[in-house]
Nanobody, 114 residues
Framework: QVQLVESGGGLVQPGGSLRLSCAAS????????MGWYRQAPGKQRELVAT???????NYADSVKGRFTISGDNAKGIVYLQMNSLKPEDTAVYYC????????WGKGTLVTVSS
């Protein structure tokens, strides 16, 4: 079992920045990959970025060049640096871990609005 807790969400103006953090506890040695997904109102949950234990990183096209994922799977920590935020980035952001099974945090709300 892996438990995930996100932090760092909030309200930011368009063009601003936020940094999300996620800390895992439990069976963190079994984590193969961690990442971030988001779900906007009325839309399906979608991938934002993932990072594997081997360091392979994948981004959604919509965030490439603006968001940066980093972290250490062995320590159960993952971050998402979000720059040049747009109103369409408004969503609940969920931390995700692949540890044999898939685990989710409860989410943190990011609102981009003037």
């Amino acid at each position: 079992q892996v438990q995930l807790v996100e932090s760092g969400g909030g309200l930011v103006q368009p063009g601003g920045s936020l940094r999300l953090s996620c800390a895992a506890s439990g069976s963190i040695l079994s984590i193969n990959a961690m990442g971030w997904y988001r779900q906007a109102p009325g839309k399906q949950r979608e991938l934002v970025a993932t990072i594997t234990s081997g360091g392979y990183i994948n981004y959604a096209d919509s965030v490439k060049g603006r968001f940066t994922i980093s972290g250490d799977n062995a320590k159960g920590i993952v971050y998402l640096q979000m720059n040049s935020l747009k109103p369409e980035d408004t969503a609940v952001y969920y931390c995700n871990a692949d540890a044999g099974a898939t685990y989710w945090g409860k989410g943190t709300l990011v609102t981009v609005s003037s």
